[in-house]
């Protein structure tokens, strides 16, 4: 039985329209994907999933893999609980199939910060809006592995707004008391049971997030966290969630000051909380940028956090709204790092929902080929969370061939975690470089303009000397060595992406 990977996915959505491939497919022989290196707190609950490309099945085994944990040889599902002694836990990762073999070396780094690399998945927002159900969630976390996006390192499945009751309601699965009792938060009818979706979830090798607000009620007016934070996170925790996505909402008719310290106020609130639970759970700050928070988001236990409004709702200008989006994150640059990730908000490509119009159904996105590329390039550029919103239940080929490269991830994952730096930017054209960690710089050279034109960058700009091994990244392949300059022609609005190797 083979892998369901890129192709396979059509059996999801029908025929692909008709638009150029660039990544190639994936050998039949096994590839490790994902990252190298990876954070746990002490004596937490540990649960990865090898990414794997190949032919199934598949054989999975780990030397060096501390003795608290366990692989399960055939998914590849490492599990247990993190070592409680703090350090760094060398592995070498392997896969086997009929084909070949495959070793990769990985890092389980046990100590205080998570998201050592962007964190990777799916939020439902852009696609189900308040219509998000128990049995959507297990529908796109199934969609997940069978359209090989598990394979290439994504593993969160995110609920967003919605599911908590909304207080006044007249529909009946949504409505009713919020809270129990003894204060307890209650999702609406349409969830049923959260630890069995959870467990559903992590039973993939994947993992499952949540949304709340600090203020009383979330955006979509559903009931949010406000005077039962910690209350709130210790019933996330139990019910098995790895992620929360905090959105300040209606928090800013509590406390209306215009200051650093009060945009700070609920997040080291939640952030001084999350650490102490008996779950790992990466803190997602989402308050649109407020008060610069890339530079604080990290002191107050944000691993990743918003720094602009939400892209669906930005407007298109000359440009689609990404490249605005796109250009605020990237002049944040200096201040990503291992564990603390400028978030630019999702990638809105497939088929996909109107933030405006939310009660309409998912369409088709309007943007080229050329723009899918230059959004997905940039956001692996600036180092951003990865986490597409379109329609699970219906990738199509074109769609995952956007999503699913495995050297465009690389750029993204790469353990040094460095953000791309502005390089140059005017109205034709925008250049990112990021040093990657075996010395390599990734370049990308962005054709802001609506002609095909040729973009350059000089050894002068990007700061280095001598030949270089040039490696088309989407095509995957070298196309020689370059001196002095790396240039390309591009058709409008079109990005090449580059490796440079010594």
């Known amino acids: 039985m083979r892998t369901l990977t890129l192709l396979a996915a059509l059996a999801l959505s029908g025929t692909a329209a008709a638009q150029p491939i660039l990544t190639p497919k994936p050998a039949p022989q096994p590839k490790i994907n ?48 993190a070592p409680a002694k703090r350090g760094e836990y060398r592995v070498t990762l392997s896969a086997a199939n009929a084909r070949g073999k495959a070793a990769r070396r990985f890092r389980i780094v046990v100590g205080d910060t998570l998201a050592l690399t962007p964190p990777m998945g799916w939020n439902d927002w852009y696609t189900h809006y308040d219509r998000i159900t128990d049995r959507l969630m297990r529908q796109a976390a199934d969609a997940m592995l069978a359209s090989g996006m598990a394979d290439f390192g994504y593993q969160y499945v995110n609920i967003d707004d919605c599911w908590m009751v909304k207080p006044g309601s007249t529909v009946a699965e949504l409505g009713g008391d919020p809270r129990t009792a003894d204060g307890s938060i209650r999702p609406n009818g349409r969830f049923p049971d959260m630890k069995a979706l959870t467990a559903y ?41 790895d992620f929360l996505k905090y959105d300040l909402c209606s928090y800013r008719s509590i406390d209306k000051r215009t200051t650093v310290e009060a945009d700070r106020k609920p997040y080291e609130l939640m952030g001084s909380i999350l650490p102490k639970l008996n779950r790992d759970v990466v803190f997602n700050l989402c308050q649109y940028g407020r008060s610069e928070v890339w530079k604080w988001g990290g002191e107050v236990g944000g ?200």
Not at 52 to 59: A, F, K, L, V, W
């Open 34 to 81: 994902g990252p190298e290196v990876y954070g746990a707190r002490p004596g937490r609950p540990f649960l990865y999933r090898i990414p794997s490309t190949g032919e199934r099945p598949m054989r999975f085994s780990a030397a060096g893999l501390p003795k608290e944990l366990k692989l399960d040889a055939a998914t590849g599902i490492i599990s247990g609980a």
């Open 201 to 241: 979830i992590h039973a993939k090798g994947l993992k499952a997030g949540l949304y709340t607000s600090p203020g009383p009620l979330t955006c979509a007016r559903f009931a949010g966290s406000y005077q039962h934070e910690e209350q709130d996170a210790r019933c996330f925790a139990e019910w098995g969630f």
């Open 303 to 502: 691993n990743c956090w918003r720094t602009t409004g939400d892209l669906g709702l930005e407007k298109s200008t000359r440009l689609p709204a990404f490249y605005s989006i796109g250009f605020k994150n990237a002049a944040a640059w200096e201040y990503a790092a291992p564990g603390k990730w400028n978030d630019p908000d999702y990638i809105l490509i497939g088929t996909v929902g109107d933030a405006s119009k939310s009660s309409a159904p998912p369409v088709k996105t309007s943007l080229t080929a050329e723009e899918q590329y230059s959004y997905m390039s940039m956001w692996a550029l600036m180092a951003a969370p990865l986490f597409y919103s379109g329609d699970m239940g219906t990738l199509d080929e074109f769609t995952l061939n956007v999503l699913c490269n495995a050297e465009v991830i690389e750029v993204d994952q790469d353990a040094l975690g460095k953000q791309a730096r502005i390089v140059r930017r005017t109205d034709d054209e925008f250049i990112l470089a990021k040093p990657m960690a075996d010395g390599s710089l990734a370049v990308g050279l962005f054709n802001l303009a609506d002609n095909e034109r040729e973009v350059a960058v000089s050894w002068q700009d990007l700061g280095i000397e001598g030949r270089r091994r040039a490696r088309d990244v989407w095509r995957q392949k070298d196309t020689g060595a370059v001196a002095g300059q790396y240039k390309a022609l591009l058709p409008p609005h079109g990005v090449a992406l580059a490796r440079l190797f010594r």
